[in-house]
T-cell receptor, first 115, second 110 residues
């Protein structure tokens, strides 16, 4: 099956720093990538939809200036959490889909802890 | 009301038991339905798609009732390895914008 690689798996950072998370489709061209956030014992919440070469579409309540998404190529999307604060600590997961594919493929997730 | 609702559990069952999870969704335009399994701090993994006619995959059976906007998952002969959180997922027609339920935690006990 298709493979989506997400990096890093976990990151610990100080409050106020920025953190970049990468999501790569390794064996297909991802026309659309999705970014989710999951707090403990809660559901995956869609943050934004990212189409290659265009601006991301953010869900209601997600600050686009805080969560910067770049989908510059068909195999890479990045999520940058700017000026991270402890309340941003969460599990972030990406998923991707390519043309003529029938289902999403998920990255392995990134656990972000902001001190 | 949440778009996709599930009983969070936990469901603690002995090995070999049969357990059923339910899920309701609010958007009648939903066209795609799935059950995913998620282990702690891991990505969700597709367990099975859910079709109107119902479908079975080994010990797992999924049912869809469009009229009641209700989805179910039945697990027979539970194994210890079935312990996980089971996520109900719904998507509207023509979109891969998945809406996840909060998940139902299952713990299979030896």
């Amino acid at each position: 099956g298709a493979v989506v690689s997400q990096h890093p798996s976990w990151v610990i950072c100080k409050s106020g720093t920025s953190v970049k998370i990468e999501c790569r489709s390794l064996d297909f061209q991802a026309t659309t990538m999705f970014w989710y956030r999951q707090f403990p014992k809660q559901s995956l919440m869609l943050m934004a939809t990212s189409n290659e070469g265009s601006k991301a579409t953010y869900e209601q309540g997600v600050e686009k200036d805080k969560f910067l998404i770049n989908h510059a190529s068909l195999t890479l999307s990045t999520l940058t959490v700017t000026s991270a604060h402890p309340e941003d600590s969460s599990f972030y997961i990406c998923s991707a889909i390519g043309r003529e594919m029938e289902k999403l493929f998920f990255g392995s997730g990134t656990q972000l802890s902001v001190l | 009301r949440k778009e996709v609702e599930q009983d969070p559990g936990p469901f603690n069952v002995p090995e070999g038991a049969t357990v059923a999870f339910n899920c309701t969704y609010s958007n009648s335009a939903s066209q795609s339905f799935f059950w995913y399994r998620q282990d702690c701090r891991k990505e969700p993994k597709l367990l099975m798609s859910v079709y109107s006619s119902g479908n079975e995959d080994g010990r797992f059976t999924a049912q869809l009732n469009r009229a009641s906007q209700y989805i179910s998952l039945l697990i027979r002969d539970s194994k210890l390895s079935d312990s996980a959180t089971y996520l109900c997922v719904v998507a509207a027609s023509g979109t891969y914008k998945y809406i996840f339920g909060t998940g139902t935690r299952l713990k299979v006990l030896a």
